[in-house]
Nanobody
């Protein structure tokens, strides 16, 4: 079955860190660019960033540059989003996306609150 499954969301205080994971199955993961998106309540879904097939992370949203890092492990068929120095405005549902497959995960909730 072709799917993406995110995990790792939760509640964290401002300034804290979280690592999101996205496990891929059903396709040759190493050959696909992967992206993370997020959608906050009442807002459009926005691109957080992208990792190329060779592992270069690109296209970070201005709001997360210097705080978030995307990386992949092709052996584990997984892509990760390391989020540091989290802010209240980072609260959103985070989605893993394989653009060429128009494939989305189910999303994982990240809530930043004191």
């Amino acid at each position: 079955q072709v799917q993406l499954v995110e995990s790792g969301g939760g509640l964290v205080q401002p300034g804290g860190s979280l690592r999101l994971s996205c496990a891929a199955s059903g396709f040759r993961f190493s050959g696909y660019v992967m992206s993370w998106y997020r959608q906050a309540p009442g807002k459009e879904r926005e691109l957080v960033g992208t990792v190329t097939i060779i592992g270069t992370s690109i296209n970070y949203a201005d709001s997360v540059k210097g705080r978030f890092t995307i990386f992949r492990d092709n052996a584990r068929k997984s892509v990760y989003l390391q989020m540091n120095n989290l802010k209240i405005e980072d609260t959103a549902v985070y989605y893993c996306h394989a653009p060429r497959l128009t494939l989305w995960g189910q999303g994982t909730q990240v809530t930043v609150s004191s």
